[in-house]
């Protein structure tokens, strides 16, 4: 069983769903945990979640904000290392899906869509790299089974997950002579809050949002929806050491899916 002590995880996007169950996870091996998230007090009550997993309180520093923003980004890295003095892993998590057509997309969705999911992750990359070589750390971002086929309901959020994808085995080959992993993990769809998030295009539209769920369980061969715990057991061995001789990889973690033609 992979042990974290003693290691830093930066998660973003750590306030709910997916980054929860991640922060958990992290905090049930031990590692010292910087989350970021938007709602500061849904951070903290996943903060306070991952002290009962026995992490001490002085191992965890919450940072709330907007990654989008520049200057939030740069305190974000800077608040972590100054607190840990290190940075093992950044999981770019943080994310935000747009459901529906392509050309029924607004401008400000697509900015929004593209923003979050792709140009987020790079710019904070750049940010902790410097802080990786030094530790030989590693980067998990957090893709979709959408980088790797077309769904018509969610194009935009396809496109930008593709990106992500080049980017990862990109970005694995730039940093493989420092030491350096980057993979990602390609969940297809989890049952999280992202779907009605303030600011998404299917807020406050739980009818919705649950017809989009069932049809989304209906096409797994294993007739279910995935949870943050799946994901994030994926996650955590590529941030392991168990998996240091894997770079450059997009881990399908989609119960089947990607074998049919759903």
């Known amino acids: 069983m992979a042990s974290f002590v003693g290691r830093v995880v930066l998660i973003t996007g750590a306030s709910a769903?997916?980054?929860?169950?991640?922060?958990?996870h992290f905090a049930k091996k031990g590692a010292k945990l910087a989350l970021t998230?938007?709602?500061n007090s849904r951070l903290e009550d996943v903060a306070k979640r991952c002290m009962a997993c026995g992490v001490p309180a002085d191992n965890i520093r919450t940072i709330s904000g907007d990654l989008t923003d520049s200057a939030f980004r740069k305190d974000t890295i800077e608040k972590t290392v100054a607190k840990f003095a290190r940075l093992d892993v950044l999981v770019n998590n943080a994310g935000v899906v747009f459901p529906g057509e392509s050309m029924g997309m607004s401008e400000s969705d697509y900015d929004k869509s593209m923003d979050l999911n792709m140009k987020v992750p790079f710019l904070l990359s750049?940010?902790?790299?410097?802080?990786?070589?030094?530790s030989q750390g590693n980067i998990v971002n957090i893709s979709s089974l959408c980088g790797t086929r077309a769904m018509p309901?969610?194009?935009?959020?396809?496109?930008?997950?593709?990106?992500?994808d080049m980017f990862t085995q990109c970005l694995a080959l730039e940093l493989a002579p420092k030491k350096v992993r980057v993979n990602s993990v390609s969940p297809s769809t989890v049952a999280t809050s992202i779907f009605g998030r303030e600011g998404s295009a299917l807020h406050g539209k739980d009818d919705e949002i649950q017809k989009f769920l069932d049809s989304q369980?209906?096409?797994s061969p294993f007739g279910r929806?995935?949870?943050p715990q799946d994901v994030s057991e994926a996650i955590g061995y590529l941030a392991s050491d168990a998996a240091s001789y894997v770079t450059g990889q997009i881990l399908l973690v989609d119960g089947g899916r990607s074998c049919t033609c759903k």
């Open 17 to 24: 769903g997916l980054g929860e169950g991640t922060a958990l």
């Open 37 to 39: 998230g938007r709602d």
């Open 126 to 134: 750049q940010l902790a790299v410097p802080h990786l070589e030094k």
């Open 153 to 164: 309901e969610v194009g935009i959020y396809c496109v930008a997950k593709a990106a992500l």
């Open 217 to 219: 369980a209906s096409a």
């Open 225 to 227: 929806l995935g949870t």
